[in-house]
């Protein structure tokens, strides 16, 4: 089954650029993103802080069925434009990868359909080649689905 989360690396550059249309007016695309309870349910961690507003901070982590974290992931905005647009940082902790800068932007296709456009740079282009031998695409591609899915119930 093709993925509908695409993911582009262009050859030599430090950067991925990635988009995924939505069944989802851009609204609740953006809200997706920004309030605490959705982004829960839809990525499967816990939301420790989302502060979402120009600077501010924000502070996951995904725990396993023991309780015991796994991973905690941290940033800070930079530009919040309700609807348009999320330019942050993201840091994971205790794992071999720099931060990352995310551009994140959100396009109304039509009423009940919108696109979103991310734009990951990497401190270098080895860090990038080494997310992508990860299952990142997989992972994106499953965390988007369940974001359609959980989000659609808001419409």
Same mark, same amino acid.
């Given at each position: 089954?093709?993925? =509908?989360? =695409?993911?582009?690396?262009?050859?030599? =550059?430090?950067?991925?650029?990635?988009?995924?249309?939505?069944?989802?007016?851009?609204?609740?695309?953006?809200?997706?993103?920004?309030?605490?309870?959705?982004?829960?349910?839809?990525?499967?961690?816990?939301?420790?802080?989302?502060?979402?507003?120009?600077?501010? *901070?924000?502070?996951?982590?995904? *725990?396993?069925?023991?309780?015991?974290?796994?991973?905690?992931? *941290?940033?800070?905005?930079?530009?919040?434009?309700?609807?348009?647009?999320?330019?942050?940082?993201?840091?994971?902790?205790?794992?071999?990868?720099?931060?990352?800068?995310?551009?994140?932007?959100?396009?109304?296709?039509?009423?009940?359909?919108? +696109?979103?456009?991310?734009?990951?740079?990497?401190? *270098?282009?080895?860090?990038?080649?080494?997310?992508?031998?990860?299952?990142?695409?997989?992972?994106?591609?499953?965390?988007?689905?369940?974001?359609? +899915?959980?989000?659609?119930?808001?419409?």
């Amino acid at each position: 089954m093709e993925r =509908k989360t =695409k993911v582009h690396a262009e050859e030599g =550059k430090q950067e991925l650029k990635i988009t995924r249309a939505f069944d989802l007016p851009v609204e609740l695309l953006f809200r997706a993103h920004a309030e605490p309870e959705l982004v829960e349910q839809w990525m499967g961690t816990k939301v420790l802080k989302l502060d979402a507003r120009k600077h501010g *901070s924000w502070q996951f982590e995904t *725990s396993d069925p023991k309780g015991n974290v796994v991973v905690r992931m *941290s940033g800070a905005f930079h530009e919040f434009i309700p609807n348009q647009k999320i330019t942050r940082t993201f840091e994971m902790e205790n794992v071999p990868f720099d931060v990352q800068l995310e551009f994140f932007e959100f396009e109304r296709l039509t009423d009940d359909t919108s +696109k979103l456009t991310m734009h990951i740079v990497y401190r *270098s282009l080895a860090l990038r080649d080494q997310m992508l031998q990860m299952p990142f695409e997989q992972g994106l591609n499953m965390a988007h689905n369940q974001l359609q +899915k959980v989000i659609s119930k808001l419409k």
